[in-house]
């Protein structure tokens, strides 16, 4: 098979597609033909080294976490797959022709999703749903800000707030204040606006997808016994708060929750906007046009 590897660490040229072994399901796995992956700020992170201290990699490596594609052939002891079907998963390696995950590790792909899209949903998904339920563990009548709202993860975090039945600020730039009333938050906040900062009351919880400075500002807004749970780790400032629970969240994979999150997508309950589709081979030119920021998401065709 065809792949993306990485022999060092370094900028998008360090990025080789060349021929690699196929590799081969095992007991309780499944190999997948993949048809998409997509681009995490956390793969160009690994690639260049920034990541290394949480995410050692053995080089040469093929990295991706999302992953859509075909069930090529199914390992001893997998029940529910069978060869055909168009499946989803957060897994590894996923920047490659061919890639073995586990069965548990997979849902299928509802049938009114396509294929291609559902490779933008897994890690930015599970991660925003997961900020939510085991970050902030909001409860009903509860209000929550989620930063970086208009982002993958924040779309979904928003959303997830809301099945909770929570009150939900959308936190983004001046610039997206337009794209956030796509959202179904109950209020949206310019978070570079100092102004309406200032405004904002004490929260019951912060879901953080931002990081930095912005960050240590929204922490100073929780009220005491409350919680800020981020994806990017503790606030700087999380010792001058000792009364707000500090929650660091990694995603981890949930088939089911996976599944229920794409079903809720297509029922158009929340998006995931896509802004281009690029071949596997242009892997690194992908991840520079990624690393400059944006809203939607960059898809690699296999």
């Known amino acids: 098979m065809r792949a993306v590897v990485l022999h060092e660490y370094g900028g998008p040229d360090k990025l080789k597609y060349e021929v690699v072994p196929d590799p081969v399901a095992g007991r309780g796995e499944v190999l997948v033909r993949v048809v998409a992956t997509s681009i995490n700020p956390i793969d160009y992170k690994m690639r260049s080294g920034e990541a290394k201290q949480h995410f050692p990699l ?3 490596a093929i990295i991706g976490r999302d992953l859509s594609g075909i069930v090529r052939e199914v390992g001893e002891r997998v029940s529910g797959f069978a060869p055909g079907d168009k499946v989803m998963g957060f897994a590894t390696k996923t920047y490659a022709e061919l890639v073995v995950v586990k069965a548990t590790d997979l849902a299928l792909v509802p049938e009114k999703l396509d294929p291609v899209h559902a490779a933008a949903l897994p890690l930015v998904a599970l991660t925003g749903e997961q900020l939510i339920t085991r970050g902030t563990k ?7 800000l989620v930063s970086g709202a208009v ?13 909770a039945g929570a009150i939900v ?7 997206q204040l337009q794209e956030a009333e796509t959202l179904k938050a109950d209020h949206i906040v310019a978070l570079d606006d100092s102004a309406a900062m200032e405004k904002i009351g004490f929260l019951d919880a912060v879901a953080d997808a931002v990081g930095g400075q912005t960050a240590n500002k929204l922490l100073a807004k929780v009220k005491p016994g409350g919680v800020f749970a981020s994806v990017l780790g503790p606030p700087t400032d999380a010792k001058l708060h000792p009364t707000v629970r500090v929650e660091a969240v990694k995603a981890v994979p949930d088939a089911k929750t996976l599944r229920t999150l794409a079903e809720d997508l297509v029922a158009g309950q929340f998006a995931i906007p896509i802004d281009r589709m690029v071949p596997l081979a242009e892997a690194g030119e992908a991840q520079a046009a990624a690393a400059k920021g944006g809203i939607g998401k960059i898809l690699l065709l296999a």
């Not at 909001?138 to 929550?144: A, F, H, M, N, R």
């Open 58 to 60: 053995e080089l040469p």
């Open 138 to 144: 909001i409860q009903s009548g509860q209000t929550v």
């Open 151 to 163: 982002g993958g993860v924040g779309r979904s975090a928003v959303w997830a707030a809301k099945k």
């Open 169 to 175: 600020i959308a936190g983004v730039r001046k610039s």
